[in-house]
Structures are given as structure tokens and as C-alpha cells.
């Protein structure tokens, strides 16, 4: 019997082929569309090595059973779709602005309505839930981070009836299992700190029980939404150094929010592993660490926070996160984000650089801003 074995362990040796002599450590790269007959896959969009070993792998990590997406984007349809026409969504008001941009496109069209709330404010979660078919929670929240209380929120849902699935991008497997909180599924943009080298466009939905799961699995085999065959192997060897990636991320990003908290060129710094953080006490109880995003205000407006951006020579400014480098963006940017967010918010995704390296860039970038 295999002994209980931690994530970081997981991360390393699940997903593998059996092991047999001149066997190959890893399961290889089949680049195949089409399969001899009489066979459990039959044809290619049902099924390929590289991603059955991703969906197991992340599957234990979870503690659930994973359904493998061709983007985060294609998970977060997959479970909107299992909204019956007319229900009703409850959503953060603030959150990332694709999965708010796609609802807020279903609702144009009359196929479902919605009720956005503050995440972080349990009690509007629990009222919003009543009559509900599915409550979509995220947190950390993209970009304002804010933290719900994830098993008093999917209590709620559970109670009312609704579907309760956790966005858990930000957090990883390793530091929040939604499922073991009472998530029916869980999300993930694997594109992000999965596979962690920018260099694959995944998502993955996670179950924890049949039903969910196998309604998830047969829209991807009917929408068509299947990951490549390389993404998943390259996915898959970025969730190999999972652990350590997120461990020296999230350790430069807690040094980083410290230091940034004092600078007189920030107005306001959120990260959830500073004491004065709104959502510290509860991340603390919930979560086994506080992630490698942090969100700072610079004392200014739009163009004040551009000209941080735009000086910045070692952070690359780009709208992705959770790979090795370090990134920035100020999201308002972007149209589609909330008018809620701060003009002058920079999103900052932390890497696995020299921690020494990255302040001294950031710091000249926000020292500029003052000398104008």
C-alpha cells in the first residue's frame, strides 16, 4: 500500500508510466489524431496519453478527478454551461475579468443572470445563494486579492442547492484544496503556475464527485475544447517543480510586499501574507501560504503607474503570470477590467529571480515616479 505522500512528492512522481525495464520515465509525446479501432479512446479528441497523465497528476494533487482544457478560458465554460437556462450565478464582483467579461456576455444574451458580490463579505456570499444554481468563487481574487472564506461559502451553496466552484489559480494545489473545503470543482488556468514556464495555454477543472465530472468530460469531448498533446506533456514537466517554483516565488513575493509597504511612492500594497492585509487573518487559517501576487496602488493616477511599468528592465511587462519571471501590468489597461480596480493598480507576479535583483529594478522604477 502507498504511504500518504505530500504534494510537493505528488507533484514529482504522479502521472508516471509503470515501471519496466528500458520503460521511459515520462509518458512520451504522442502526436496523433487518429487510433486503430477497438480501443477505450477511438478517436483523438477523446483521449491522449499526455493528457490523461496530466489529469491524474493534478487529479491527486486536488483530491479529485481532472478534466484537462485547451485554455483556462475553455475550463471556465465548461462549468458555466452546466447552468441551466435562466439560473442564476452568483460571482465576485471583482475577479478576473475574463470569467466576469464571459458572464456578463451570457447575461446580454438571456441565457442566465447574475449576482456579483464581494467575495470577501461571507454573509452577502450566503444571502446570494439562496435560489442560486451556481456560486463561482475565487480567491485569492485577480488583481485585488481579496480572500473569501471558502468553506463557509461552498457550505452555503451546498445548503441552497447551488453548484459551488473555486477559482484557485493564484493559490495552486499546493497551498488551497477547494474540494477538501466542499467545492463541487475547481478551476485552475494551468497556463499559470501549472505548467509555470509560459510556454503552454492550459486549464483544468477539477471534480470530487461523478456527476460533475462526467458532465464536464462530455462537454469537452462535444465542444471540442482538448488540450494539445504538447501543452500537456509540457504542462506536466512544469508541474514538476511546482513546489520548488512556488516556494521561492511566493518567498520573494512576501519580501517584496514588506519593502513595498514603506515605499513613499506606494499608496497601498495587497498582499494577503502582510499582518495589516484585510484578508491576512483568514488566508492564515485557510491556506498553507499566501502565493507570489501582489497588487500595489502607486501614488498617482493611470499615467503615474504606465511610467513604473514602462521603466521597469528586468520585470517584464505582460499580462500573464505564475511562470519563473517576474511580470507587472497595470490591469486598468485592459477595457474589459472593472472599473472598480484602481487606475493606478500594477498586478505584480512574482518569479523566481534573485529577490535582491528585482527590488532594485522595481525600486528604481517607482523612484522615478517621485522625481516628476
Known amino acids: ?71 483556462g478560458m475553455a475550463a471556465v465554460t465548461s462549468l458555466l454551461d452546466q447552468v441551466p437556462v435562466g439560473g442564476i450565478v452568483v460571482a465576485p464582483r471583482h475577479a478576473y475579468s475574463g470569467s466576469l467579461g464571459l458572464l456578463a456576455e451570457l447575461v446580454e444574451a438571456g441565457r442566465l443572470t447574475t449576482r456579483l458580490v464581494d467575495v470577501a463579505d461571507t454573509g452577502a456570499v450566503e444571502s446570494a445563494a439562496a435560489g442560486a444554481a451556481l456560486v463561482w468563487l475565487e480567491s485569492p481574487t485577480n488583481p485585488n486579492l481579496d480572500v473569501a472564506d471558502v468553506r463557509a461559502c461552498c457550505a452555503a451553496a451546498r445548503a441552497a442547492g447551488a453548484m459551488a466552484v473555486l477559482d484557485s489559480t493564484f493559490a495552486t494545489p499546493l497551498l488551497q484544496r477547494g474540494l477538501a473545503a466542499g467545492a463541487h470543482a475547481v478551476v485552475h488556468s494551468a497556463t499559470k503556475y501549472l505548467a509555470g514556464h509560459s510556454d503552454a495555454l492550459m486549464g483544468i477543472v477539477v471534480c470530487g464527485d461523478d456527476g460533475p465530472h462526467d458532465a464536464v468530460l462530455a462537454h469537452r469531448s462535444s465542444r471540442g475544447a482538448i488540450p494539445g498533446a504538447l501543452e500537456s506533456f509540457l504542462t506536466l514537466r512544469g508541474l514538476r517543480t511546482l513546489h520548488l517554483r512556488v516556494e521561492r516565488a511566493q518567498q520573494n513575493a512576501g519580501d517584496l510586499a514588506a519593502r513595498l509597504s514603506t515605499h513613499p511612492a506606494v499608496a497601498r500594497v495587497r498582499y494577503p501574507g502582510l499582518a495589516d492585509d484585510p484578508g491576512h487573518r483568514r488566508a492564515s487559517e485557510q491556506m498553507d501560504g499566501y502565493g507570489a501576487v501582489v497588487s500595489i496602488e502607486v501614488d498617482g493616477d493611470a499615467t503615474a503607474a504606465d511610467a513604473v511599468v514602462n521603466r521597469c528592465e528586468l520585470w517584464v511587462h505582460t499580462t500573464s503570470l505564475g511562470g519563473v519571471e517576474s511580470t507587472l501590468e497595470r490591469r486598468r489597461r485592459w477595457p474589459a477590467e472593472s472599473k472598480d480596480v484602481s487606475e493606478s493598480l500594477i498586478r505584480l507576479s512574482v518569479g523566481i529571480e534573485d529577490v535582491e535583483d528585482l527590488w532594485a529594478d522595481l525600486s528604481q522604477a517607482l523612484s522615478g515616479t517621485q522625481s516628476q
Open 1 to 71: 500500500m502507498t504511504a500518504h505522500r505530500s504534494p510537493a512528492t505528488i507533484a514529482v512522481t504522479a502521472g508516471r508510466p509503470p515501471r519496466e525495464p528500458d520503460g521511459p520515465l515520462n509518458v512520451p509525446l504522442v502526436a496523433s489524431s487518429t487510433w486503430h479501432a477497438g480501443g477505450p479512446v477511438g478517436y483523438g479528441r477523446y483521449g491522449n496519453p499526455a493528457w490523461s497523465a496530466l489529469e491524474e497528476a493534478v487529479g491527486l494533487l486536488e483530491g479529485g478527478r481532472a478534466v484537462a482544457f485547451s485554455s
